[in-house]
């Protein structure tokens, strides 16, 4: 595996990259074209610019979050091939800057969804958090405002204000979609795209749905062992392939990690390897990443990592904010640069005890 850190371009991170470079075993980052809006071009100019930024700090790019694909490619709607020829231009232009792993997500209108972006701990750090209680009592166009309120002033990813003006009529668009069309949809999408992927070898890997079940009645398809493995024998081609998100799976405690990424073997791209620490089945929060924290074993998720031969990005998720940083909710310095070292000491462990 390969430690890296999300980091969201020097315009909008409040972290810098001569930061990421003194976390222990940090190499890379995992980055992206943060104003691009879904279905736009990336010109290969923009994306030169982007890797030059990156290693005037003597780091690498070592992978894309995301290029987001719309919501016309997701409901299948008239502009789709428009936006899919973008897609495969913008893929082009990744392989020919030698870029090789893309995660996208294919959820309807929202991105993850959380209720709290600083609910308090009793150490005093702040966490995200989600409650089914509390999305059941809210008006889905007032979800926007809910959490723009609380990010620090920074734009949270999926949660774009130009998107979610339009609200309203994202839901319009999705009001025929079930789980079959989206399903439908996606492979189409991925269809279409496996050409360039195989000729430039850029290994896409879908994100999961977070939380891993319905939300103001939009399908989910990318929530479960059953599901992910539906979509990878649709479009059997290594190069459709899977971004393991402990925390997005996690949410459905139903769902047993370390099998899943057994069953996955080969097919796992990237990982985001967090913990949750559940309240309820319906009530979790974002919990540091040591196993003691939360409800996850993170040694078994580490070791299936380890034992499948995973070689892709590998990276700390969502932190807690702590130490008075103000940044990104999740997207902080300090508790990530934690959970990089544990994760590295988990991995350094788990490779020492298999070559005694
Ligand atoms: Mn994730």
């Keep these: 595996m390969e430690m890296t850190l999300r980091w ?18 940090v190499k890379g980052v995992i980055t992206t074209l943060y104003d691009k809006q879904a279905g736009d071009l990336w010109t290969q100019e923009e994306i030169a610019a982007l890797k030059k930024d990156v290693e005037a700090e003597s780091l690498k790019i070592a992978g894309i979050e995301s290029v987001n694909v719309s919501d016309a490619i997701k409901t299948g709607s008239a502009q789709r091939d428009e936006h899919i020829q973008n897609y495969i231009d913008t893929l082009e232009n990744l392989g020919k800057e030698d870029i090789h792993m893309v995660c996208y997500n294919f959820m309807p209108v929202f991105d993850w969804t959380r209720t709290e972006l600083a609910r308090k701990r009793a150490d005093g750090s702040t966490v995200l958090a989600y409650t089914q209680e509390a999305i059941d009592a809210l008006d889905p166009e007032k979800m926007f405002s809910s959490i723009a309120g609380d990010s620090n002033g920074t734009v949270m990813p999926g949660w774009e204000p130009e998107r979610m003006e339009h ?34 070898d850029i290994k896409m890997a879908i994100h999961p749905d977070d939380p891993a079940w319905s939300v103001f009645g939009l399908p989910r398809i990318i929530n479960n062992e059953k599901n992910i493995l539906r979509l990878m024998k649709a479009v059997d081609d290594v190069h459709n392939g899977v971004t393991f998100c402990s925390g997005s799976y ?22 985001h390897v967090r913990n949750l620490k559940f309240i309820s089945p319906t009530n979790f929060e974002e919990s540091a990443h040591l196993s003691s924290d939360g409800t996850f074993d993170m040694y078994e998720i580490m070791r299936a990592l380890y034992e499948t031969g995973f070689e892709g990005p590998i990276r700390p998720d969502h932190g807690r904010m702590i130490w008075g940083e103000k940044a990104m909710p999740g997207y902080g310095l300090y508790d990530r640069a934690l959970g990089a070292a544990y994760l590295n000491g988990l991995w350094e462990a788990i490779e020492k005890a298999h070559k005694a």
């Design 167 to 200: 609200v309203k009529e994202l839901f319009e668009l999705y009001k025929d979609i079930d789980e079959e069309k989206l399903f439908e949809n996606i492979v189409y999408f991925l269809k279409a795209i496996m050409p360039v992927c195989n000729k430039y």
């Design 250 to 271: 996690g949410t459905s405690l139903d769902n047993d990690l370390p099998h899943m990424i057994r069953a996955l073997e080969g097919r796992i791209h990237f990982a």
């Design 8 to 25: 969201y371009g020097t315009k909008f991170d409040t972290v810098k990259l001569w930061q990421i470079r003194q976390i222990p075993g």
